[in-house]
């Protein structure tokens, strides 16, 4: 049997999965500060009538990570940069807190400019007296040599030992410095606050005596040992809206053009499907503007859910970016979205006489609560459709989305909405209507995100860069660097079979290695370079990955 866990900002929901069934489910308020209590809460839920030995696999999706950072919550970090030569300082807006450095490597991963001590001790100073904990160190080709990176951080630990150091050649093997330090940044940011949620979830799994393969989900849709994730929490930024894609995907089981739309008490999550497929962000996730080397889905969340809370002010009425109260057909103290949408439908939703008091009492003498419930259906159904609208715009430079478009020589047409959380069953109805666009609820899209990890697989990126002429090639994930035995003879071939048994050995150390045999390769680039009139060698670049999707028994889900 599976667990699925989604931990989210207002509630936490679980689902047991057995077999295409869903055995049990459960949701319960979140406890931002005892996630280990109401982690508990959910599998005795979840454990009532089940064998705690039947368990074979727990996943858990979360907002721990993309809360700290949309709240600006994390602690305050530095970022110390080995640019070398080209771009300003000034170039490289990512934090507040960033501190430059002399110091070089070239793309080749040549050591061309060389540290100065002297300058790193006063860098290191100033971080010091700012009160700064935590220190993302990232060269530019740092993932060709990372011996600048290591340089530093070895200074740091032995002559300012009370600062947390990573270096962005742990984070990431793939080109592109700025979004290589943007993800070192925020990873240095997180990690402390990531590897407490990880504690809470190991003590609360060993109280209960659950022994079993414990995964988080990541953005990309794809899973990752919980143990490992303690080196990667940006992994996890998105995994809420990651789960919902998946979730949809679980239900669904169709191949449409289809919106899903993720309606919580807080926030709405929006992704899209092209024939059944999620698109991906090709440049990374974006957190706080600013693009990463994490892959995830292209998603967007919007702060507006069945909790938001409605005012009226001077006969103007107002849907609130933010969330007061459960609504008051639910014992809550004022009117929210759920509450409007329950009187202007009559959905019985909760005690429909409380939503019909606290719109009465919002709306006063200004207007009768027919008439407030009217506006603010009016205001979420064009909100939603305005930000599905902008999402196009977004989606339409995506590479995936442009292929489908020149392959069906036409344009992309929306068929479906996906409505996935408590709220989509209020609300999603007349958003479909509206837009004129079928849509579907299945009757566990209240716990589809937890559905979705449940039933995620593994996933792993591998990345390779071979230079024949120095020798040298590196591997990532893990930072890997070594010498060619052979660099005369080797080949694009070769490349492809080492970045093959790195995805084997990496896969085999995650618990993943059946998967392994289900990769694909998504990049293979080979140049000669050339010195004078002859070759002097080649440069290879191959990836290959084990792409998201579900566990290998999960056959779809009967009612």
Same mark, same amino acid.
Not at 246 to 251: E, I, Q
Not at 315 to 321: K, L, M, R, S, Y
Not at 356 to 368: F, H, V, W
């Given at each position: ?96 807190? +960033? ?83 943007? +993800? ?82 807080? +926030? ?120 599905? +609208? ?170």
């Amino acid at each position: 049997m599976l667990i699925g866990i989604d931990v989210g900002g207002t509630y936490t929901d679980g689902v047991v999965f057995n077999q295409s069934k869903v055995i049990a489910t459960t949701k319960v308020p979140t406890d931002d500060n005892d996630i280990k209590s109401t982690v508990l809460q959910v599998l005795d839920n979840l454990l009532l009538q089940q064998d705690k030995s039947d368990i074979s696999r727990i996943v858990l999706s979360t907002t721990v990570v993309t809360n700290l950072l949309a709240t600006g919550k994390g602690e305050r970090t530095a970022l110390l940069l080995i640019p070398g030569y080209g771009l300003p300082a000034d170039a490289y807006d990512i934090s507040d807190d +960033t501190f430059f450095l002399k110091g070089g490597i070239d793309f080749r991963g040549r050591e061309i400019d060389q540290l100065k001590e002297n300058e790193l001790a006063g860098v290191c100073d100033n971080i010091v007296a700012a009160g700064i904990k935590r220190v993302a160190i990232v060269s530019k080709f740092g993932n060709r040599n990372d011996n600048l990176e290591k340089q530093v951080r070895d200074y740091i630990i032995k002559n300012y030992p009370q600062l947390s150091v990573i270096t962005g050649s742990q984070i990431s093997g793939k080109l592109n410095f700025p979004r290589r330090a943007t +993800t070192a940044y925020y990873t240095a940011m997180t990690s402390k606050e990531w590897n407490h949620f990880v504690d809470e979830i190991d003590k609360a799994l060993a109280e209960r005596g659950l022994d079993c393969e414990v995964h988080i989900l990541k953005a990309d849709g794809g899973t990752l040992a919980l143990d490992i994730s303690r080196d990667m929490p940006c992994e996890t930024v998105f995994s809420g809206p990651a789960a919902s894609t998946m979730g949809a995907l679980a239900l669904a089981q169709e191949g449409m053009n289809a919106v899903v739309l993720d309606i919580g008490g807080t +926030t709405t999550d929006i992704a899209l499907l092209i024939d059944g497929v999620p698109l991906y962000a090709s440049k990374g996730a974006s957190i706080n503007q600013r693009y990463t080397h994490v892959n995830a889905f292209a998603v967007r969340s919007i702060a507006l859910g069945g909790d938001s809370s409605i005012t009226v002010n001077a006969g103007q009425v107002e849907v609130e970016a933010y969330r007061r109260d459960v609504a008051a057909c639910f014992g809550g103290r004022s009117a929210t979205v759920t509450d409007a949408f329950n009187c202007k439908f009559n959905l019985n939703i909760g005690n429909p006489e409380l939503s019909a008091t606290a719109l009465e009492q919002l709306a006063g003498r200004a207007m009768s609560k027919e008439e407030l419930g009217a506006a603010v259906v009016a205001i979420v159904v064009n909100r939603l459709g305005d930000a599905i +609208t902008s999402m196009f715009k977004e989606w339409e430079n995506e590479p995936a989305y442009k292929v489908w478009e020149v392959i069906n020589k036409r344009k992309f047409t929306l068929e479906q909405i996906i409505g996935i959380g408590a709220a989509s069953r209020t609300i999603i109805p007349e958003l479909a209507d509206t837009m004129q666009v079928n849509y579907f609820i299945h009757q566990y899209a209240d716990v589809a995100n937890a559905l979705g990890a449940a039933v995620a697989r593994p996933t792993l990126v591998v990345n390779l860069h071979v230079d024949t002429q120095t020798k040298i090639y590196t591997l990532d994930p893990g930072g890997v660097r070594g010498s060619l035995e052979n660099p005369r003879n080797f080949q694009l071939e070769d490349a492809r079979q080492m970045a093959r048994n790195h995805l084997q050995e990496v896969g085999k150390e995650r618990g993943m290695a059946s998967y392994t045999n289900e990769s694909s390769f998504f990049m293979e680039e080979q140049f000669n370079m050339i010195g004078g009139w002859d070759r002097t060698g080649k440069l290879f670049d191959v990836g290959i990955q084990v792409t998201p999707g579900f566990i290998e028994e999960f056959k779809g889900v009967k009612a």
